[in-house]
């Protein structure tokens, strides 16, 4: 992992310390499913997405071995939605990505991986995207290109593909900047595109962000 905030640590940390079989993200892998919650044309509220985190299943609130530790989780992966979208509307975007420490090689498809779990969320929504101006067109296009050599389906020729996984560390940030630009400007012209929301701590009768459907403090705050 590249030098990363105190605060990542921990939450590098909090991940690994869920069970093996709940199928958690790793930290870059979770940095992409951010960054492709932020700059997706809709908003998708924590209760939906959260649980990808720690791989729950949909119908079925996470296994925790307390309140403390699912407060603490949902704490963290909440700070860092948020410093994320700070980046972006300051300009200060830069992804989070593993590297493989005996070869000095960025692996950019951990990263990549969150950013498409992300999309599936909302497939439709990302048409408006492709009919765009040509800049945030290629930067979609490109962002998705990723998705299909990490998946091994690309199409391409291998020193094509070559010369683009080499590339992608450097590319992956810009693009995903000029994703969340465009999203602002359509937020501006009063389309009915939402600007990158920030989200507080969760008030104890709010629905639990962890999809379990029940008020928080019966779910993952309760003491």
Known sequence: MQNIPRRLKLLEKKLASLPIDS????????DGFVAGLLVCPDLIMPSEWLPLVWGSDEDEAPVFENARQAEELIGLVMEHYNATAQDLQSGRYAPVFEVDTRHDEVLWELWIGGFETAMQLRPESWIAVLDSDEDTRSALTGLILLTRINQGDSG??????????????????????????WRVSQHLAGQPVPPAPSFGKVGRNDPCPCGSGKKYKKCCGLN
């Open 156 to 181: 391409l020729r291998e020193d094509e593909v070559k010369e683009l996984t080499e590339k992608a560390p450097d590319l992956i940030g810009p693009w995903v900047e000029i994703l969340n630009a």
């Open 23 to 30: 199928d958690a993200m790793l930290v870059s892998e979770l």
